[in-house]
């Protein structure tokens, strides 16, 4: 706050202290009912869903898999419009079921050690049970 050549000095005391009581009312409000003042609600997204990390179709490495496959196919963008690295996908699963891939390279790089017919073993496993839905719904 600038001095002006008219204004008292204790005209800034006053304010000074106004705002010093201000600050200690709302302190005491605090201690007082603390019930008012809780933090607001994190906005910060938890998941429920969970893979279990060693399933025969699907865990970690399946996961890698489906994650390869959709930066691989490139139509997944980030907010600029541009496709998004295996890494931004791959914390987008992470934070969607719970799971870290410590290194997304070094889960993508077991699915290429694959051998060759289970290259694309989650894929397949995905592909195999909207086949038996199908079926299942055309049989109804």
Do not use: W
């Amino acid at each position: 706050m600038g001095r002006g050549k008219n204004v008292p000095k204790n005209l800034y005391i006053h304010k000074a202290l106004s705002l010093i009581d201000a600050e200690l009312e709302l302190l005491n409000l605090k201690i007082t009912h603390p019930e008012q003042f809780n933090s607001p609600v994190s906005t910060e997204f938890k998941s429920d869903l969970y893979v279990i990390p060693k399933s025969k179709d699907l865990g970690f490495i399946g996961i890698a898999e489906i994650v390869l496959g959709l930066f691989l196919q490139g139509e997944i963008t980030g907010k600029n419009g541009k496709p998004v690295s295996e890494a931004c996908l791959a914390r987008g699963f992470e934070q969607l079921f719970n799971l870290k891939f410590g290194s997304i390279y070094d889960k993508i790089g077991e699915v290429f050690t694959r051998k060759p017919y289970n290259l694309t073993k989650t894929l397949d496993a995905l592909r195999n049970a909207i086949g038996r839905e199908d079926r299942k719904r055309k049989n109804k």
